[in-house]
């Protein structure tokens, strides 16, 4: 802790204070991976740009986010978790402010990038800080709130964005944050562990760049790929040139004395099934999560809030199963959860094959409770499972491998639910099908992506969970 600190009050002191810090931090830092995407119309008017200009605002905060976050891990181990934490932030805050001073789209996109720095070191260090606060089943309740937290703001930015575009105006959507920012950075200082290990804090700079650089071009690929398409030959390009730094960035790694990434805990077969069912499992929620709110405006007609009051099902039992699921994990282990939990997943995405044309609000409802209750399930027995797999001293790294696996999954979900049910729109309606019957059929195929990644990381579970580990 820092000095002054055992000199605050007694309710920064805590640890539960601390936590709510976290929170804070990785619910703003995924809000704003979604919060931007339905002013993204407004914004191209007032800059007068077209989509593919305008698409940056979201691709900049993506490849800032993932290109920082093995770096604020390192950044953690070598200035403390209180200082990093609190800089990102500073960061975040900074860029929200230069986002709605911004002038031009050029000068938008930069400060988008600034934000997503900040954020990256929000989500970096969530999990190795409660992980160093808290022990036991209330560290598996606490690290599974941190995923759904991360989960709910990127499932909620639509609707709030909706709302505050509706009232305020695009730039609404960044001022929202400079209070929390504030208030984030200052009692992340105050209330946060500072603990150091400054010999897993060098920075490879030739790793930092190789990373930045593979990041960069292969989700820019990924995001140009949603208007161009996959076969474009500009898009196999990039595809390219990201496979060949691929190469050069692991045979680095692998030769150098530090590491940017700790590839040995991937050795833990936990930690590597556990980080690689989180990816797929964040793939197939942001099928449903991002398609759902279109299927409900633009097939049912339902207003912003309406579509917001609904999605808030899905939210609401996510928010109540997951600190329960933390606690069971600890008596009953992990395996029968995550499993379980995909078991659950899957048919809430198989019911969702089942809405058609007419207006059920039940259906609607149940379909998110369901799959609000599979996702919530999952997060605390994967999250604790995977942080009690590796030494302490690994914690940073862990948590900044766990991030990363977790935006990955984010930013591929989106991508290739774009990619795919645009093609298969534009395929049905090449086939004679009206526009509402090719956007629900195109809808209902989507979501097999979701179903296949959902299977996917069940089968993981159950391989890499060790059956009968429980954690009291």
Not at 20 to 37: E, P, R, Y
Not at 110 to 125: D, K, N
Not at 188 to 194: E, G, T, V
Not at 356 to 377: A, D, P, R, S, T
Request: net charge positive; charged share 10%.
């Amino acid at each position: 802790m820092p000095e002054e600190h055992l000199t605050q009050p007694s309710w920064i002191r805590s640890k539960y204070f601390a936590f709510f810090i976290v929170v804070i931090g990785n619910f703003a830092g995924a809000l704003d991976t979604s919060v931007v995407n339905i002013a993204l119309p407004v914004m191209s008017k007032y800059f007068n740009v077209g989509l593919t200009q305008i698409q940056w605002v979201i691709t900049a905060y993506s490849l800032g986010i993932v290109s920082i976050l093995p770096i604020s891990s390192k950044l953690g181990n070598r200035y403390g978790q209180n200082k990093i934490y609190s800089l990102g932030f500073i960061l975040f805050g900074l860029g929200s402010l230069l986002c709605a001073l911004s002038s031009c789209l050029a000068a938008l996109i930069v400060s988008r990038f600034i934000q997503a720095s900040g954020s990256a070191m929000l989500f970096a260090l969530a999990q190795s800080v409660v992980a160093n606060m808290f022990t036991g089943v209330k560290r598996g309740q606490f690290l599974g709130m941190i995923g759904s937290v991360v989960a709910l703001g990127s499932i909620t930015g639509p609707s709030l964005g909706g709302i505050l575009l509706d009232t305020f105006g695009w730039q609404a959507l960044f001022n929202i944050n400079l209070p929390l920012a504030a208030f984030g950075a200052y009692f992340a200082y105050k209330s946060l562990p500072s603990v150091k290990r400054r010999k897993l804090g060098k920075i490879n700079a030739n790793s930092a760049m190789l990373f930045m650089a593979l990041s960069i071009c292969f989700f820019t690929a990924l995001s140009l790929a949603e208007q161009a398409g996959f076969t474009s030959p500009h898009i196999i390009v990039m595809l390219g040139v990201s496979a060949v730094l691929a190469f050069f960035f692991f045979r680095h790694e692998k030769r150098t004395k530090t590491p940017l990434l700790n590839l040995s805990l991937y050795g833990n077969k936990v930690f590597a099934y556990g980080n690689a069912a989180m990816m797929l499992v964040f793939i197939a929620t942001s099928v449903n999560g991002l398609l759902i709110p279109f299927y409900l405006q633009d097939i049912y007609g339902l207003s912003a809030f309406k579509t917001g009051t609904l999605i808030l099902f899905y939210s609401v039992p996510m928010i109540l199963v997951s600190p329960l699921s933390g606690r069971l994990s600890g008596y009953m282990g992990a395996r029968k959860l995550t499993v379980g939990s995909m078991v659950i997943l899957i048919f809430g995405l198989l019911w969702y094959m089942n809405i058609g044309l007419e207006f059920k609000e039940y259906q609607i409802i149940i379909g998110q409770i369901v799959l609000g209750i599979g996702n919530g399930m999952f997060n605390s027995p994967n999250n604790n499972s995977i942080m009690n797999a590796i030494e302490r001293k690994f914690y940073n790294d862990a948590s900044g491998l766990n991030s990363l696996a977790r935006n990955t999954g984010i930013v591929l979900g989106v991508s290739l639910t774009v990619n795919i049910f645009d093609g298969l729109i534009k395929f049905l309606q090449k086939g004679g099908a009206e526009h509402t019957a090719a956007f629900i059929s195109a809808y209902h195929i989507t979501l097999g992506l979701a179903v296949l990644a959902a299977a996917a990381a069940g089968v993981l579970s159950y391989l890499g969970k060790e059956p009968d580990k429980k954690i009291l």
